[in-house]
Nanobody, 116 residues
């Protein structure tokens, strides 16, 4: 059974930090993993991705503030979020590719709220 389980979301004041984790299980040939987010009334958007080899890609809006990393032995991806802003408020979704499937796998999401 394929599972992507996110954790680490919550409420934080502007300027604060959070670390999201996503553990994948049941995925054969796992490839790139990433984080996306969806704010109320907006489309889901890319936050950051990371390949098996560690190459990363970030949305311009989070460059310099967020860091994506992964532990290949644990099939886990992390997102360290610093200097959080109210506009970072969204549901954050974990995503994982597999070389054996066309469509990626998605987690159920974890809510991040940045508010004073």
């Amino acid at each position: 059974q394929v599972q992507l389980v996110e954790s680490g979301g919550g409420s934080v004041q502007p300027g604060g930090s959070l670390r999201l984790s996503c553990a994948a299980s049941g995925i054969f040939g796992i490839g790139a993993m990433g984080w996306y987010r969806q704010a109320p009334g907006k489309q889901r958007e890319l936050v950051a991705t990371i390949t098996n080899g560690g190459s990363t890609n970030y949305a311009d809006s989070v460059k310099g503030r967020f860091t994506i990393s992964r532990d290949n032995a644990k099939n886990t991806v992390y997102l360290q979020m610093n200097s959080l802003k109210p506009e970072d408020t969204a549901v954050y979704y974990c995503n994982a590719d597999s070389r054996y499937t066309i469509a990626p796998y998605w987690g159920k999401g974890t809510l991040v709220t940045v508010s004073s």
